[in-house]
């Protein structure tokens, strides 16, 4: 029997009614509509969808590296030199033509122009600028790809991270991650496709909030969302069984239970439900396979000293990014790692520095060390924020110091390792690194390239709910940024 009609047949009248929940308008017609991809997820042996990849992918899995709170870009990747001689001048009526500001700086009389206070040297073959802040990533600058010229609508931190996380601005949609792992499935059934981790940070200690909705599945099913690594205690909550209960127990336990749930999906016939019975069973299997992931102590020494001190911290980024290559290697398809205390308002000379500190060595190390292990070819590593910063001051201006404002119009990431060209430099903004000049690339733009690495037409990959077909990158033309892939 066909799949999807299997499943419509078992939709009972007190389901139907139940989903609808205000009688027979819209929301009850599209109820009737299979979601795309069921009779896939049917299928397929590891849970993503058969004709996925859609071409040959160079990278299998993704790490991505999250700088929350919007980094400085002309104090760390996009050199200024012009701004030297124009410290404390206003900010051109030219260049900002009206733009959007905050209402952290909107009530300004005035913008005055702070250009950074570090020094710039280029390195690589690209002849790349970069920070004195960050010279551990002068040591891969052959190996990324540094683009200048991402930018978004979002203006502010929680519109703008639900937006490059999951393509709008309004929560309710699924993360990048969810998606992933919808179409691409499980390379190891024994540890989630999806994995997040929130590193500790140095920076301002005001850090906005961020909130497990940017790994979740929206309205979508839930199996496909993200699974946290805690720091403390159980890496995932109450994955250790409570005293008095062997595995033994717990298997009869969790069949009895899938019994249970299996009768309840013959009755109801809610996909969540069977859900419900995959997550119990995936916890089963990490009962084993997650301490095993987080125990560091078979690492080698000139490992853990490649990561730094830190790494010895449980939480911080260091040991955050040696877990990304272990869960790498053990074929999780996307590990998100969150660092967060980007956002320097005032005090960019004190805060910037220790953020720096943080991710320079332990990116440098996960990069090198992918590569050293022949990962790097098909992992594909991105490192950014949701935006940037201005180049004129918030609050007070010094030679010493200054703070700066969120800024969308442009702003710096980097990405490496599968289907990305290593060594270049992408994208010009203006002397201000106000606005771009050549070759934009919107956050959509962004996400097409990471799936089109991954061997997926970010226009093929949708998912149907309420009778539109939903994904990642949005209804507008965007596409892959061809001159940075291989």
């Known amino acids: 029997m066909n799949p999807i009609q299997e499943n419509l047949n078992a939709m009972t009248r007190r389901h139907f009614f139940g989903r609808t929940a205000v009688g027979l308008g819209t929301a009850a017609l599209t109820t009737l509509l299979p979601e795309r991809g069921t009779a896939a997820q049917l299928t397929s042996p590891t849970g993503g969808l058969p004709d996925l990849p859609h071409f040959a992918p160079k990278a299998k899995r993704a790490i991505y590296l999250f700088m929350n709170g919007g980094p400085s870009q002309m104090d760390l990747?996009?050199?200024?030199?012009?701004?030297?001689?124009?410290?404390?001048?206003?900010?051109?009526?030219?260049?900002?033509?009206?733009?959007?500001?905050?209402?952290?700086?909107?009530?300004?009389?005035?913008?005055?122009?702070?250009?950074?206070?570090?020094?710039?040297?280029?390195?690589?073959?690209?002849?790349?600028?970069?920070?004195?802040?960050?010279?551990?990533?002068?040591?891969i600058v052959d190996d990324i790809a540094i683009?200048?010229?991402?930018?978004?609508?979002?203006?502010?931190?929680?519109?703008?991270?639900?937006?490059?996380?999951?393509?709008?601005?309004?929560?309710?949609?699924?993360?990048?991650?969810?998606?992933?792992?919808?179409?691409?499935?499980?390379?190891?059934?024994?540890?989630?496709?999806?994995?997040?981790?929130?590193?500790?940070?140095?920076?301002?200690?005001?850090?906005?909030?961020?909130?497990?909705?940017?790994?979740?599945?929206?309205?979508?099913?839930?199996?496909?969302?993200?699974?946290?690594?805690?720091?403390?205690?159980?890496?995932?909550?109450?994955?250790?069984?409570?005293?008095?209960?062997?595995?033994?127990?717990?298997?009869?336990?969790?069949?009895?239970?899938?019994?249970?749930?299996?009768?309840?999906?013959?009755?109801?016939?809610?996909?969540?439900?069977?859900a419900r019975i995959a997550q119990y069973e995936m916890a089963f299997r990490m009962q084993s396979s997650v301490p095993e992931l987080a125990n560091l102590s078979g690492e080698p020494k000139h490992i853990l000293d490649m990561y730094g001190p830190d790494v010895h911290t449980p939480g911080t980024f260091a040991a955050s990014c040696l877990l990304a290559r272990r869960l790498a290697e053990r074929g999780v398809r996307f590990t998100q790692i969150f660092h967060r205390g980007w956002d320097q308002h005032l005090n960019v000379a004190g805060d910037l520095p220790n953020q720096c500190r943080d991710v320079d060595q332990p990116c440098y190390a996960l990069i090198t060390d992918l590569k050293q292990r022949g990962m790097l070819d098909d992992t594909l590593v991105i490192w950014g924020g949701e935006f940037g910063r201005t180049?004129?001051?918030?609050?007070?201006?010094?030679?010493?110091?200054?703070?700066?404002?969120?800024?969308?119009?442009?702003?710096?990431?980097?990405?490496?390792?599968?289907?990305?060209?290593?060594?270049?430099?992408?994208?010009?903004?203006?002397?201000?690194?106000?606005?771009?000049?050549?070759n934009p690339v919107h956050i959509h733009d962004m996400n097409a390239t990471i799936l089109h690495c991954l061997g997926i037409n970010h226009k093929r990959l949708t998912y149907k709910v309420q009778g539109l077909d939903m994904r990642l990158t949005g209804v507008e033309e965007h596409g892959p940024v061809k001159g940075i892939l291989v």
């Open 77 to 139: 990747l996009d050199y200024k030199p012009a701004m030297g001689k124009m410290f404390d001048k206003d900010l051109p009526e030219s260049i900002r033509m009206g733009q959007r500001l905050t209402t952290m700086t909107s009530g300004q009389t005035r913008f005055p122009i702070a250009p950074s206070k570090y020094k710039f040297q280029q390195y690589g073959k690209s002849g790349a600028w970069v920070s004195e802040l960050l010279p551990w990533t002068t040591k």
């Open 147 to 274: 683009i200048k010229t991402i930018n978004t609508e979002a203006i502010n931190h929680d519109p703008a991270v639900t937006y490059i996380c999951t393509g709008h601005q309004l929560p309710g949609r699924a993360s990048l991650g969810w998606w992933l792992s919808y179409g691409l499935g499980t390379m190891n059934k024994s540890l989630p496709t999806f994995v997040v981790m929130t590193a500790t940070w140095t920076g301002r200690k005001e850090a906005q909030a961020i909130y497990n909705r940017l790994w979740g599945s929206g309205f979508l099913p839930s199996k496909y969302q993200g699974v946290a690594l805690r720091a403390k205690g159980d890496p995932v909550l109450f994955l250790s069984n409570p005293p008095g209960v062997d595995p033994q127990t717990r298997r009869r336990m969790l069949d009895s239970l899938a019994r249970l749930n299996q009768k309840e999906f013959d009755t109801v016939a809610d996909p969540e439900t069977q």
């Open 391 to 438: 180049i004129y001051c918030q609050g007070k201006l010094t030679k010493d110091n200054y703070g700066r404002d969120h800024h969308p119009r442009c702003f710096t990431i980097w990405m490496a390792g599968g289907g990305v060209k290593p060594g270049i430099v992408y994208g010009q903004t203006d002397d201000f690194s106000y606005n771009i000049v050549e």
